[in-house]
């Protein structure tokens, strides 16, 4: 079994920061890919940013030169620094990852997703 564990979201007034954070525990062989993706109410999922194991990173347009996406493979932890925050980030982010466990299987499990509200 593999569990993604969010945290770090928050109500932040328009221009702010928030960091978000996401740890996998469990039976875990190897992470590659992670990922933030995000919901806004009354909108399909979205694709934030993705983080490759060896840290190649890719960003949706709408973040570009606002969030960064690291990572760090030793804590099993991907993290989501947003900066110059605007109301139309607000959202449910949620943190993917791409797992191996332990017994080989192959797996791409979501964590429980934490909430962001930028006020205007």
Known sequence: ?????????GLVQAGGSLRLSC???GSIFRINDMAWHRQAPGKQRELVATITR???TDYEDAVKGRFT???DNA?????????SLKPEDTAVYYCNAAVIAISGFWGSYWGQGTQ???SS
């Not at 079994?1 to 969010?6: F, I, K, P, R």
């Open 116 to 118: 962001v509200t930028v």
């Open 69 to 71: 996406i690291s990572r």
């Open 23 to 25: 740890t996998a525990s």
């Open 1 to 9: 079994q593999v569990q993604l564990v969010e945290s770090g979201g």
């Open 54 to 56: 060896s840290g190649s």
């Open 75 to 83: 804590k099993n932890t991907v993290y989501l620094q947003m900066n």
